[in-house]
């Protein structure tokens, strides 16, 4: 559970072509819901003769948050079929628009869906998708006698320190795969006069 799969960059633009009706997919790595429309409404200054840019995202590791918007199309014929792709690609953090230019061809509730799913599925294919593991931080506070023991178990579980303060008393805070958090927390919690705080999912 330590690792999520996610976007490295923006994906390069595919044009995938249905009955004259041209669909332009993109895909964004995504840190926070804010950045969506912002990132729509270049889409629409981009292609301004679009009819439609139908979008879905998905945010989260352990909870998920999503949305799919259909943008005018028939209920459920864009949006969703786009979030599905998502899921079927195992992503997050992330955010995948298609952009509808008509061609002058009603393709049809079924067409639609099918033209969608493949204009998103052709975009992610051609992205650069990376694992990423998800990391919990520890903070130990102690007095300088203790400063030795806990020295000696962050040298031997090879742990990593992000940050340390040695001043009327000690902090360290280190950064452990989500899994392990636990593990390493209650090797600290035998020493005594040693306070520890574990902050999820950084």
């Known amino acids: 559970m330590d690792v999520y799969k996610t ?4 994906a ?3 044009l995938y072509k249905e009955k004259k009706s041209k669909f332009f997919g993109y895909a964004f790595p995504l840190a926070f819901e804010s950045e969506v429309k912002s990132i729509i409404e270049n889409l629409r200054k981009k292609h301004h003769t679009a009819n439609h840019v139908c979008y879905a995202w998905q945010l989260g590791k352990t909870e998920i948050r999503y949305r799919a918007n ?5 209920n459920n014929s864009a949006g969703l079929p786009i979030y599905g792709q998502i899921k079927s690609f195992n992503v997050t953090n992330v955010l995948v628009a298609v952009v509808r230019i ?3 061809t009603k393709l049809g509730v079924g067409g639609l869906i099918s033209a969608y799913r493949t204009a998103a599925q052709l975009t992610l294919e051609g992205s650069e998708i990376i694992e990423k593991t998800i990391y919990e931080q520890i903070t130990l506070d102690f007095g300088y006698p ?3 023991q806990v020295m000696r178990i962050i040298k031997q579980n090879q742990l990593n320190i992000i940050f340390q303060q040695f ?3 000690c902090r360290i805070t280190i950064s452990v795969p989500q899994s392990k958090s ?3 927390a ?3 919690e035998v020493l005594k006069n040693v306070t520890i705080q574990i902050y999820k999912n950084v």
Do not use: A, Q, S, Y
């Open 167 to 169: 001043e009327i008393d």
């Open 146 to 148: 203790e400063m030795n």
């Open 182 to 184: 636990k593990l390493i």
């Open 102 to 104: 008509f061609g002058g």
């Open 12 to 14: 390069t633009e595919i």
């Open 186 to 188: 209650g090797i600290f």
């Open 70 to 74: 259909d943008d005018g199309e028939p």
């Open 7 to 10: 976007l490295r960059k923006p």
